[in-house]
């Protein structure tokens, strides 16, 4: 299957099958799709030199693979192209508090994708990849601010991670003791959700007076993050 023919149904391997807690998985494409969109930031997980190594990092996607890049000296990203990684992406949405212990969890939505990274190098893909990066954590800003010039380009690795084999976990609703023996215990049980919103852009203290922010900034105010 090629990048273009990715399936709305993601393909059950060996590593995306779910095992424990199976009611919370899904290998449904379009809630992947969903959850990459609401996020900018994933875990990179490498292991270099024997070694595991977990490295957070903005991400842009473009529904069939995964942009990531850093400094062409990131010792993670230099292991990265031939070598399997497992990317995460997570967003938390709420803390179950239940009657025991045992039971509290988190209300959460995640994303594990699994592969071998491809080293961009093409030019076209290379720009068209950083332009997905740079909008996937703000629409509109690469328009706006001044865009890789050939130094920044060559200092700059950028990888793409095929999104064909990945999976989803969400978790949703209140804690799951509510009609068993500790329903008995009286103390209070429940969900305390957990929403991150966008502040108000704050200037740099350097700005020239009377240089206000894009509105594609303001407009990002108040509302939700992930
Ligand atoms: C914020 C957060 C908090 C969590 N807290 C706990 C906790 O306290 N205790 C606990 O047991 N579990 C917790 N989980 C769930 C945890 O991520 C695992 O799904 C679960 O523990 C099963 O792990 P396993 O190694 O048995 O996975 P397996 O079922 O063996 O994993 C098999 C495959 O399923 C897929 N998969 C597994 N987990 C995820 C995932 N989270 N997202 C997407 N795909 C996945 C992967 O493709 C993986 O290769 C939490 C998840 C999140 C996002």
Same mark, same amino acid.
């Given at each position: 299957m090629t990048n273009d023919q990715l399936s709305s149904a993601l393909p059950e391997t060996d590593r995306t099958r779910h095992r424990r807690l199976r009611e919370q998985g899904s290998l449904d494409r379009a809630q992947l799709d969903a959850i990459l969109e609401a996020g900018f930031i994933c875990h990179v997980g490498v292991v270099i030199d024997g070694t595991p190594m977990v490295v957070p990092t903005v991400y842009g996607s473009d529904g069939r693979n995964l942009y990531f890049h850093g400094s062409v000296a990131s010792r993670s990203l230099l292991a990265s192209p031939g070598a399997a990684v497992c990317v995460t992406v997570t967003h938390v949405d709420g803390l179950v508090l239940a009657r025991s212990v045992f039971e509290h969890g988190v209300n959460y939505r995640s994303a594990m994708v699994h592969g071998v990274p491809r080293l961009v190098a093409d030019p076209d893909e290379k720009w068209a990849g950083l332009r997905c990066l740079t909008e996937h954590a703000t629409p509109g800003q690469w328009a706006y601010a001044r865009q890789p010039n050939r130094?920044?380009?060559?200092?700059?690795?950028?990888?793409?991670?095929?999104?064909?084999?990945?999976?989803?976990?969400?978790?949703?609703? %209140?804690?799951?003791? #509510?009609?068993? /023996?500790? +329903?008995?215990? %009286?103390?209070?049980? #429940?969900?305390? /959700?957990? +929403?991150a919103t966008w502040g108000a852009p704050e200037p740099d203290p350097r700005l020239p007076e009377g240089v206000e922010p894009p509105q594609h900034i303001v407009n990002r105010s108040n509302t939700r993050a992930s």
């Open positions: 130094k920044e380009l060559a200092a700059t690795t950028l990888l793409a991670l095929s999104l064909e084999e990945a999976s989803v976990k969400i978790r949703t609703g %209140g804690p799951d003791d #509510g009609e068993g /023996p500790d +329903a008995a215990l %009286g103390n209070w049980a #429940g969900v305390l /959700p957990l +929403a």
